[in-house]
Structure formats: C-alpha cells, structure tokens
C-alpha cells in the first residue's frame, strides 16, 4: 500500500465548511443521494455538482501514476455524473470505462458521453471478475457504507483491481474528527445528548490504515480532512 494524494490537482473551492444541523429523517433521505444532495442547497450536500473542467488535471495525474492508456479498462466506485471518466475519455480516447452509482439522479444527469457506460449498483454489491480492471477508483465514496459492507467493498475492490485507488474521509486529531462530524451528512448523527451514533463507516488515518490491512488492502489511498469549519450564524452576520 501506499498513501498518495492524486487529488492534489484538484482546485478547491473557496466555499466555508460550517456545522450543519439536518434532521436524522433528511439525513436517511440523503443517504439515497438524491437531487437534493448533488443539486440541492448547500445545506443538503453539494448545493450544485456541475462539470467545469477540475477534474482534467486529476485524470492526467492518474494517467501518469498508472501508465494508463487507451487499452486499459477502468471501474470508478461512486462515479457521480461522470466527470473524472469523461476526462479519461478525453485524453485516451478508446478507452475502456465503467461508472458505478447509487445515485439514480447522477446516472440520469451523467455526462452525455460517458452515461453508457454507467452503472446503478450499490458498492458493498460489487459482481466484477478478478482483476477485470487495470485500476479501480473510488473517491469519497465507501466510507458512506456501513461497517461490514465496507470491509466488504474493500476486499472486493482488491479482487477485481490489478492497481486499486481509494480516498475516504479521515481525521488526525480530535478537532479534525469533530469537523467532520458537523460537515458531513450521510455518515452519522448525533443525538440530542450530543452522543455521535454512526451510519458509514469513519476512523481516523490509523484506523483506516488498519482497516485496510484486515481487508487486506495492497493498493494505493489518501483521505479527504475537514477543517476550519465556523458556525453558520457566525457566518451569516458577516
């Protein structure tokens, strides 16, 4: 295993992260990752996923991480609306892709390009031949299963992949593990005595580093962390 940010070429956005308050009934309804999550309000998760070209500098990254080329055949887990294949496409053209989804929303609003070749299929759910990918990706995508079904996902993912790349949301300190919390939408709760009661699956960096190594886990990974979050009304006097 190694821990690699291919996303480093990813432009972030300028938006503040602040602590959401969603009810636990609208944060099971955004756990079907509905319109609302992808194309909602910011308050709902993403508040508008559009294609804008970010993600060309991350694809040419795992071209050349990977010595990709038009022959190879590429499984995105959580492909969203397609933005990181199309830009696979784009600069390999012929290349093989397949994007899974439980998003019903993303497939039907995918890129035109690339939808053909998407997929509704649960990640925890996977039925792919061994090494039939020569890379499986999946970005911000599994830790949304539960426990099982993650370890699950994982030692699946190490099946089907000849090279395997997986980013999952992680903390290294208390104060990254409680910004997370507020953040996040799909991965827990807290209840009304501030008890956190999970819903994905979350650890800090050394957690998830040995839950890799139970699943036995050989390919490459790196985190998404959450910082600096402000309250919301703070933000709103401003």
Known sequence: MAEINLLRSYPTGKGTRYKRNVTLKKRLELRKFPKEFFDGSRDEGYGGYHYDGRWEPVARDFIKHYYLTQKSKILDIGCGKGFLLYELTKLLPGINIVGIEVSQHCIDNAKEEVK???????????????????????????????????????????????????????????????????????????DSDENWFPLGTSFSIKGWKEFFELAGYTGDYYWTIFEDLKDKQEIEKT
Request: hydrophobic share 40%.
């Open 116 to 190: 053909a070749n998407f997929f509704l299929c649960d990640a925890g759910n996977m039925n792919f031949k061994n090494k039939e990918f020569d890379l499986v990706i999946s970005i911000n995508t599994i830790h949304n299963l539960p426990l099982e079904a993650c370890l699950k996902a994982i030692k699946d993912i190490e099946k089907i992949g000849k090279n395997k790349y997986i980013q999952v949301d992680a903390w290294r300190n208390n104060a990254e593990r409680d910004a997370f919390r507020d953040w996040q939408l799909t991965g827990g709760f807290y």
